[in-house]
């Protein structure tokens, strides 16, 4: 569907100086003279906004192996019915009744991971929800259901339920009444309808690359599983590898230094252990983090070829996380983070080889744990594998390297198709742009009252 923007430049906040002609000022900002302010309550059936039970109500001895589903957190934030494995019987599935979900409700996750929002389809399993998830049923003859899954997956409208947060490490959402009466605009239905269908678009695409990263990862799994335990051999290659301990390969050493709060966007480069989690996979080429250079006159220097391990980590599955440090600045790895420095060995093929189901099977055995689990130097030394001569080495580097540069480019793809869709919102859901169908243009605001 085409959009068209309307003839004037709209300003932006409650503040702004003067109103264009079609447009009237509100709390919520300038917007369409003929979009109304509503709160949550008032697009929701009555009472149809439900928080999950409390207490005791639902406890590991109520729990059947089969019957009715009880819906998580898990199944709003990754959006599928299927995901679960606790259930009711049909005595308790009646007793908490008030909590039962049917086709086209929504559910939202209201604990720790706030705001992510599912609509239950028409095939889901009868259930109810726990008590870390909010119900809502919405008022068809105000609201379209597919808008407002889109207005709640907006980033302005997150920030708000966020605000409408408590809590320290894990966040819950305030009161009920609080979260009743977060405001929305809405324009009339026929518009919604009209934004949704242009939107529905842009998720079509997005859809199409996450299916084509997921194939592309798993095939790119399917290949490491091959290459790196030489179950297939590329053509050329022969002979029996080496069996070696990580140990043989070189030297290790242990990171130092570096806090939190000397970690800045300025200075020389540095790798800290939770950077192995969440920033990196298998290499590093250019670092997330940096430091002045007085903080790096007391940490571990590391080099390009360097192999850096996770020495801490929340599960033994986990633990020395390995990323292959390749860039060709001096940078420097703190504490927690493990170093090996080999030689004569392909940095690529080892940082992928490092994180391979076998290695990390190797790694969780020696992993010791109690609130944290930690690994040692002399535990990664005795860790074993299988080695191929440095020239296959390199062969399987490159391949996997090749499938890195395709991933990445379709990743980055996909992120400016949701930057796309989000600035798409900011002006769809605010009025700012206005759609050409001059149906959906037009005073029509019977159904939005």
């Not at 009868?126 to 003859?141: S, V």
């Not at 080099?303 to 860039?327: H, N, P, Q, V």
Request: glycine share 8%; aromatic share 8%.
């Amino acid at each position: 569907m085409k959009v068209v923007a309307t003839k004037q430049e709209l300003p932006h906040g409650i503040d702004s100086p003067a109103v264009p002609p079609g447009y009237k000022q509100t709390d919520f900002g300038v917007i369409p003279e003929h979009w109304h302010i509503k709160q949550l309550a008032d697009i929701c059936m009555p009472h149809g906004i439900i928080r999950g039970p409390f207490g005791g109500t639902l406890k590991k001895d109520t729990f059947v192996t089969s019957g009715f589903k009880v819906y998580e957190q898990q199944n709003a934030i990754y959006k599928s019915s299927e995901l679960g494995s606790y259930f009711v019987n049909q005595s308790k599935y009646a007793e908490m009744h008030r909590f039962s979900v049917s086709p086209g409700d929504f559910i939202i996750s209201c604990s720790g991971t706030i705001g992510r929002i599912f609509q239950i389809p028409p095939d889901a399993p009868q259930g109810i929800i726990n008590q870390a998830l909010l119900k809502l049923t919405t008022n068809d003859e105000v609201v379209y259901d597919r808008y407002f899954y889109i207005l709640f997956e907006w980033n302005d409208f997150q920030i708000r339920i966020i605000d409408s947060t408590q809590g320290g490490a894990i966040k819950n959402l305030v009161g009920m009444d609080v979260f009743r009466t977060i405001t929305v605009a809405l324009p009339s239905l026929s518009e919604q309808r009209a934004i949704a269908e242009a939107l529905s678009d842009v998720d079509g695409l997005l859809n199409a690359l996450e299916a084509l990263i997921a194939k592309k990862r798993a095939i790119k799994q399917a290949t490491m599983q091959q290459l790196l335990t030489g179950k297939t051999r590329l053509p050329g290659f022969s002979g029996v590898w080496e069996t070696k301990q990580l140990g043989e390969l070189g030297s290790f050493s242990k990171g130092r230094g570096i806090k939190r709060d000397e970690v800045s966007g300025e200075g020389v480069p540095c790798v800290r252990y939770g950077e192995l989690y969440t920033q990196y996979k298998n290499y590093i080429l250019k670092v997330a983090s940096r430091i002045p250079p007085s903080v790096a006159d007391t940490a571990l220097p590391i080099k390009k070829g360097d192999l850096l391990f996770a020495g801490s980590g929340e599960t033994a599955e986990e633990i020395g996380r390995c990323a292959a440090y390749l860039g060709e600045e001096q940078a420097y790895a703190g504490g927690d983070v493990i170093v090996l420095t080999p030689s004569g060995q392909n940095p690529i093929y080892l940082g992928h080889l490092m994180n391979s189901p076998i290695v990390s099977a190797q790694k969780a055995r020696m992993g010791q744990s109690d609130a944290v689990v930690h690994i040692y130097i002399n535990n990664l030394a005795q860790v074993q594998i299988e080695l191929p001569p440095i020239t296959e080495q390199r062969a399987i580097a490159s391949i996997l390297s090749d499938m890195d540069t395709e991933l990445a480019a379709l990743e980055q793809r996909r992120d400016k198709t949701r930057a796309i869709k989000q600035g798409m919102m900011q002006q769809l859901l605010t009025g700012r742009v206005r759609l050409s169908e001059s149906r959906i243009i037009a005073d029509d605001t019977d159904d939005a009252d």
